[in-house]
């Protein structure tokens, strides 16, 4: 079992940045696809990013192409945390925002952006855009 705690959502204006953090709990981390995906009022879950291992030494992120250039996944292994670096924020951005993890494995590495392909998610936290 996973938990997972988001924290770092709050009220900002139109370019400026946010960092959302995720906390996990449990053994194994390290092994696990995390995912960020924001839900609007009135909307589907949509996916924004994930990171995953690359099944090499290291891991690979994601992008939906609404936020490529604007947003960065992390994580520390060390931690057991995950962030996502929210820069240039526009109003659409408005969202609560959850975290997910799952330990299934994809080649196609496109699955990920899926919201049924991840088995724990945590309570969210809502991030505001005024414009």
């Known amino acids: 079992q996973v938990q997972l705690v988001e924290s770092g959502g709050g009220l900002v204006q139109a370019g400026d940045s946010l960092r959302l953090s995720c906390a996990a709990s449990g053994r194994s981390f390290a092994s696990y696809t995390m995912g960020w995906f924001p839900q609007a009022p009135g909307k589907e879950r949509e996916f924004v990013a994930c990171?995953?291992?690359?099944?090499?030494?290291?891991?690979?992120?994601d992008y939906a192409d609404s936020v490529k250039g604007r947003f960065t996944i992390s994580r520390d292994n060390v931690k057991n945390t995950v962030y996502l670096q929210m820069n240039s924020l526009k109003a659409e951005d408005t969202a609560v925002y959850y975290c997910?993890?799952?330990?299934?494995?994809?080649?196609?590495?496109?699955?990920?952006?899926?919201?049924?392909?991840?088995?724990?998610w945590g309570q969210g936290t809502q991030v505001t855009v005024s414009s």
């Open positions: 990171i995953h291992w690359n099944g090499g030494n290291t891991y690979d992120a």
């Open positions: 997910a993890a799952t330990r299934q494995y994809y080649s196609d590495t496109s699955a990920y952006t899926r919201v049924d392909r991840y088995d724990y």
